[in-house]
């Protein structure tokens, strides 16, 4: 956790700053991310709200998106990743959403993905969206590897 904090106290900086909000849906990072950011003083001016998005039950409960694949989807891709945060951010009315789905070990998912893929998404004024293979099965490892990707895509977002 210690290594995502420097991270997070930029990017709460910057929405601060803005007055800007976000919300995270997250699900292979196991609420890492939203850890992160609300580890910041002020994180009540930014953070809404965030979900742990790790089952189809979680996705429809939490966030309300039924079936993806009658959406042509499937977890843990950049589309679902990108529809996620769209659903997120349209659900909080936030500025930003950050979303992220994957495979953290010590297997792969059961969509045939090897343990440390992950896709990520940040919607907003800006969209940005990346898949990161770390090739490793470690899954706490591949859990803070996924988590600091995350806010570094947040934060390059912010900052474009």
């Known amino acids: 956790m210690q290594d995502l904090l420097p991270r997070a106290e930029r990017i709460s900086r910057l929405l601060k700053q803005r007055g800007d909000t976000i919300v995270v849906?997250?699900?292979s990072t196991g609420g890492l991310v939203s850890a992160a950011l609300l580890a910041?003083?002020?994180a009540s001016a930014y953070f809404l709200g965030g979900a742990i998005v790790y089952t189809q039950t979680a996705r429809k409960v939490l966030i309300?998106?039924?079936?993806?694949s009658a959406l042509g989807l499937r977890a843990a891709t950049e589309p679902y990743a990108r529809l996620l945060a769209q659903t997120?951010?349209?659900r909080f009315a936030s500025t930003w959403a950050l979303a992220e789905s994957g495979a953290t070990g010590p297997a792969g998912n059961r969509y045939g993905d090897a343990p440390g893929h992950c896709c990520l998404a940040v919607t907003g004024p800006v969209e940005r969206a990346l898949t990161l293979e770390t090739g490793d099965s470690d899954r706490v490892a591949n859990m803070r590897v996924f988590s600091a990707a995350a806010l570094d895509l947040l934060a390059q977002a912010l900052a474009s």
Do not use: Q, T, Y
Not at 64 to 68: C, M, Q, R, V, Y
């Open 25 to 27: 849906a997250e699900s």
């Open 64 to 68: 309300d998106l039924a079936d993806i």
């Open 88 to 90: 997120a951010r349209e």
């Open 40 to 42: 910041m003083p002020g």
